[in-house]
């Protein structure tokens, strides 16, 4: 399984750079992105807040986010490959040029580039292993979950729990209008495990020490 993974991976690495060829051709500016964020602070610029539809859980930290998963994942939305409805509505009107600065500004915003990055990720439960092992998660998210082996991975490690788990549910949802994500290997991945299962490894994972956080900005906080 693992090796089928690994091969899985390398095809996606593949996919994914194809996809957002031409997103990645554009030259982000995080200056001109910090002007562009009136429609991401609302959720993501408040710590804690939570999405409220179709699912109730934390809206993800992406400050510290690497710029190429960021950017990935807004054109995953916009080509519908995600089903999200606020996050379709919202890239519908970007360009390639607005997630690229977008990516740019989120993946410095608050950023300490003098901090040391996380080591190796603390060992969890013995089931929480067992999970991490039987989903090969350390051969794309790396051993510290901060590091992914090609930035349009996500780094996962210290993410909200609620948010890991709604996220990997969706790689197992394929018949919803407004839940599911279209992605060939995380589906694979996710749909070896019960919602349990997967509810576990979400909590393990947001329990590590990461890079992610949530910014506020100053006339809101």
């Given at each position: 399984m693992k090796k089928l993974l690994l091969s899985l991976a390398t095809l996606l690495v593949a996919s994914v750079t194809l996809s957002v060829a031409h997103a990645q051709e554009v030259k982000g500016d995080g200056l001109a992105g910090q002007k562009k964020i009136a429609m991401c602070i609302g959720c993501h610029g408040i710590v804690g807040f939570h999405a409220s539809f179709p699912e109730v859980y934390k809206v993800p930290k992406i400050s510290g986010?690497?710029?190429?998963?960021?950017?990935s994942a807004l054109a995953a939305y916009k080509r519908g490959e995600r089903k999200h409805?606020?996050?379709r509505g919202i890239t519908d009107a970007l360009t390639d040029q607005d997630m690229a600065d977008l990516?740019?500004?989120?993946?410095?915003?608050?950023?300490?580039?003098?901090?040391?990055?996380?080591g190796k990720a603390p060992t969890g439960?013995?089931?929480?292993?067992?999970?991490?092992?039987?989903g090969a998660c350390v051969s794309c998210h790396g051993d510290s979950f901060s590091k992914p082996i090609d930035p349009s991975y996500p780094k996962i490690a210290g993410q909200y729990p609620d948010y890991l788990y709604a996220a990997l549910k969706a790689y197992k949802t394929t018949d919803k209008e407004m839940i599911g994500r279209g992605n060939?290997?995380?589906?694979?991945?996710?749909?070896?495990?019960?919602?349990?299962?997967?509810?576990?490894?979400?909590?393990?994972?947001?329990?590590?020490?990461g890079e992610l956080k949530t910014v506020p900005e100053s006339w809101i906080r």
């Open positions: 986010q690497s710029a190429k998963y960021i950017t409805p606020t996050m990516a740019a500004y989120f993946s410095t915003n608050g950023v300490n580039f003098n901090q040391v990055a996380p439960s013995a089931k929480a292993m067992e999970l991490v092992a039987k060939a290997i995380m589906a694979g991945v996710a749909k070896q495990f019960s919602n349990d299962e997967l509810k576990e490894l979400a909590n393990y994972v947001g329990s590590l020490p």
